[in-house]
């Protein structure tokens, strides 16, 4: 069974950055694609960013030049660098394997951007 844990969320000004983090249990980690979705109030959950277990990466038209993605497969661990924030990508955030979802949701991190 995969447990997921995000963190690293919070409020910040349009413009500002955050590191979200996800660490991740169990050994799918170490052979799936992971992604970060986000779901805004009212809205249905997408993807935004995922990575192979190699490190090719993908990212939705929305984030693509603000926001980055990596992992750390000795840690179990996928980041999400946020840079240059705006407004609408205020949402919770989560991670899960990608782009199928294999793993139950966790209770994702919180991001406002708001001045």
């Known amino acids: 069974q995969v447990q997921l844990v995000e963190s690293g969320g919070g409020s910040v000004q349009p413009g500002g950055s955050l590191k979200l983090s996800c660490a991740a249990s169990g050994t799918i980690f170490s052979i799936a694609a992971m992604g970060w979705y986000r779901q805004a109030p009212g809205k249905e959950r997408e993807l935004v960013a995922s990575i192979t277990r190699r490190g090719s990466t993908n990212y939705a038209d929305s984030v693509k030049g603000r926001f980055t993605i990596s992992r750390d497969n000795a840690k179990n661990t996928v980041y999400l660098q946020m840079d240059s924030l705006k407004p609408e990508d205020t949402a919770v955030y989560y991670c899960?394997?990608?782009?199928?979802?294999?793993?139950?949701w966790g209770q994702g991190t919180q991001v406002t951007v708001s001045s």
């Open positions: 899960n394997t990608s782009p199928t979802v294999f793993a139950s």
